[in-house]
């Protein structure tokens, strides 16, 4: 059996807003993950706490629009397989409104 992680919406920081390398389950009381970097000898490096917050940040953004992107982009699979199989066919409408489905998915991952 495949294990499940943990619901989504994922958070950065801790239940006090803080330490941004902290990634949170959407409770905010539970932590799933803390961002750190790795070096050689162990010593930080000067930008590292910058760094993890952007890995921190991206991780977030990346899992909480995962399902939203899938959801996409199997609409637009089933859309075009049904206008194919029935019509033979994509009309400029229906590739609009598909663009727009991809382009909000996108819109809202990137934010």
């Given amino acids: ?15 006090r807003g803080a ?4 990634i949170l389950s959407s409770s ?18 000067k930008d590292d ?10 991780i977030v953004r990346c899992v909480n629009s995962h399902d939203v992107l899938v959801k996409a982009l ?3 699979q089933g859309r ?6 029935m019509f033979g066919r994509i009309d400029k409408e229906d590739v609009r409104a598909l663009y727009g489905i991809a382009e909000q998915a996108l819109k809202d991952a990137e934010e």
Avoid: Y
């Avoid at 330490?19 to 902290?22: A, D, L």
């Fill in 1 to 15: 059996m495949k294990a499940k992680h943990t619901p989504t919406p994922w958070k950065q920081g801790d239940e």
């Fill in 19 to 22: 330490n941004w390398t902290k």
């Fill in 28 to 45: 905010g009381h539970r932590p799933i993950a803390k961002i750190c970097s790795i070096h050689a000898k162990g010593n930080r490096e």
């Fill in 49 to 58: 706490f910058t760094i993890e917050q952007a890995n921190a940040e991206h």
């Fill in 74 to 76: 199997k609409h637009i």
């Fill in 80 to 85: 075009i397989d049904t206008e194919l199989v």
